[in-house]
């Protein structure tokens, strides 16, 4: 493995040479796409878990881990209702319910963020410093919350150094080194299964739980990610392509969970 911004560019398995830079892959797969599958897998192996994604693409992930690999997932409106995956009712879920599946580990968030650190400390409230800051953001909301009690992933659509920065100038969704800094009480549910940005997918697997490149998304370099991140990734001397959609997720993507192609919108080439 390498720390190196300027990792090997040959270091991508299944990276062709010559690969297209356009939003559309050779196999006719848009970036945006990729990114809906990245989202998608997150919830893989999950089980029956409150899936509780946020913005379009983690949405249209979410339906589809449901209506594929993960067909135990529970998905809702945001209110009051589980619903399926084309947004039929399915059942009731009351506040207190919601909050007993939040406090239990037993719901999978994912989150927007504004800055994100090496240790996946997440940061939605303010840029500056606090007293005086630069922008005023969301606030906390339900960060500290749900990062503490159940797993939360990220989606980043515009990768950039602006947004992953070496230190978050305030902790909303708690890291890695931020929960164990807390100790047990605050590591028993803490996990970040993943992070994906328009660039590729992100994960913790490491020593010090420092942010790894997972995967690539295809047309993507190594360096073109270190290049848009502000600090040193842990780089594997092997770092595959994210994954394409079957047939069947394709069609499904295209045809039932967004047929006006909303997603190329949020994620251009």
Not at 216 to 243: I, S, W
């Amino acid at each position: 493995m390498s720390a190196v911004p300027g990792a090997n560019p040959g270091a991508t398995s299944g990276a062709a040479p010559g690969a297209p830079r356009s939003g559309v892959t050779r196999s006719g797969v848009t970036r945006a796409e990729y990114c809906v599958i990245a989202c998608a897998e997150a919830w893989r192996g999950d089980g029956e878990v409150l899936a509780s994604p946020m913005g379009l693409i983690p949405s249209i992930g979410a339906r589809l881990a449901r209506r594929t690999f993960s067909p135990d997932l529970l998905l809702t409106d945001g209110e009051a209702l589980l619903i399926g995956p084309d947004g039929t009712p399915e059942g009731w879920l009351p506040y207190r319910q919601h909050l007993a599946l939040v406090t239990g580990g037993r719901r999978h968030v994912m989150m927007g963020a504004s800055q994100i650190d090496r240790f996946g400390n997440q940061n939605i409230s303010c840029v500056g410093d606090w007293e005086r800051p630069t922008r005023q953001l969301l606030g906390v909301r339900g960060g500290p919350v749900n990062t503490l009690n159940n797993p939360v992933s990220y989606w980043v659509p515009r990768h950039s150094a602006r947004v992953f920065v070496p230190k978050v100038d305030m902790i909303g969704g708690v890291g890695y080194d931020s929960a164990a800094a807390a100790g047990p009480t605050a590591t028993r549910f803490h996990r970040i299964p993943r992070v994906v940005s328009n660039l590729g997918v992100f994960d913790f697997a490491t020593g010090d739980r420092s942010m790894r490149l997972a995967s690539l998304h295809p047309g993507v370099t190594v360096e073109e990610v270190a290049a848009a991140t502000g600090f040193e990734l842990t780089v594997p001397d092997d770092v595959p392509y994210t994954r394409e959609p079957s047939p069947a997720e394709l069609r499904s993507i295209r045809e039932d969970l967004d047929p006006k192609g909303l997603r190329d919108r949020e994620v251009k080439g």
